[in-house]
Every structure is written in C-alpha cells, then in structure tokens.
C-alpha cells in the first residue's frame, strides 16, 4: 500500500510541475505568437481555471499522500509538506484571487469605452499580470525544490 501512496504522490507532483512547465513555456508562447493578441488572451483565459485546477488537485493530494506517508514511516517529513502547503497556497492564491482579479479587469477593459480609462485597466491588467507570473514562478521553483528533495530521500 505504501508504494501506492508514493505513487500517488509522485504522480500529482509530476503532474502539477509539468503542467506548469508545459503551459509556461510551450502553450502559452505558442498561443499569443499564433493567435492575435486578443483572441490569444481569451484562449488563455479560458485554459487558466482549469490549470489551477491542476494545481489544486495536485497540492491536496500530494499533501495528503505525504501525510500518510509520514505517518505510516513515523520519518521527518516536515520540509516536503512545508513546501507542499506553500505551493498549494500560493496556487490557491494565484487562482482565486489574483486570477479573479484578472478576469475582472479584463471583462471591465472589454466595456470600456473611455479611452483613458481603458489605458489605466491595462497598466492595471499588466501588474496583475506580472504578480501571477511571479507566483508561478515561485510555485514552479519550489516544485523543483520539491522533486530534489523526494529524489534525495529515494533508495535506488
């Protein structure tokens, strides 16, 4: 059984740190250099709940399954869950408030009609934007972390 949790836990993170590299690096780029800038932005938009999604599933889970593991070994677990918890908060975070605020400055740049106004919801938009861009890169390092530190204690 315990093979199963690690597994499960394995297979979450790989998950999760994947989908991050994936989207980061390979989707999205490829998304706004095909797809006018707009349109680019609604497919991203679009696509954005459901990769929190991933982040959300994966964190409980391999927070779950770490959880079970410490308990089953009695080991110190104490740094892979810490950055477990980490990582899915700011995930949480990431998706459910600053990608709320997102969607809502986007939808209010859509209906505005003041020239001036517009301008100041996309420099709006752009610091929004840049603080989830931070938060994934610092979900995506402690992911890293993360993988290094299970890798550590594995006995080949």
């Not at 610091?127 to 993360?146: D, M, P, Q, W």
């Amino acid at each position: 059984m315990l093979i199963a949790i690690r597994f499960i836990y394995l297979f979450s993170l790989v998950i999760w740190i994947g989908s991050i590299l994936f989207f980061s690096f390979f989707a999205a780029p490829s998304i706004f250099k095909v797809l006018p800038r707009e349109t680019a932005g609604e497919v991203v938009g679009d696509i954005f709940p459901k990769y929190w999604m991933i982040g959300y599933i994966s964190g409980i889970v391999s927070i779950l399954s770490v959880i079970i593991i410490y308990i089953k070994e009695k080991g110190n677990y104490t740094a892979i869950i810490s950055v477990l918890a980490i990582m899915t908060i700011l995930t949480f975070y990431s998706g459910m408030a600053v990608g709320q605020k997102a969607r809502a400055i986007k939808a209010e740049i859509k209906i505005t009609e003041d020239a001036s106004k517009k301008e100041g919801l996309k420099k709006e938009f752009s610091t929004v934007h840049r603080k989830s861009a931070i938060l994934n890169g610092i979900i995506l390092a402690l992911g890293i972390i993360l993988i290094f530190l299970t890798a550590s204690r594995m006995r080949v």
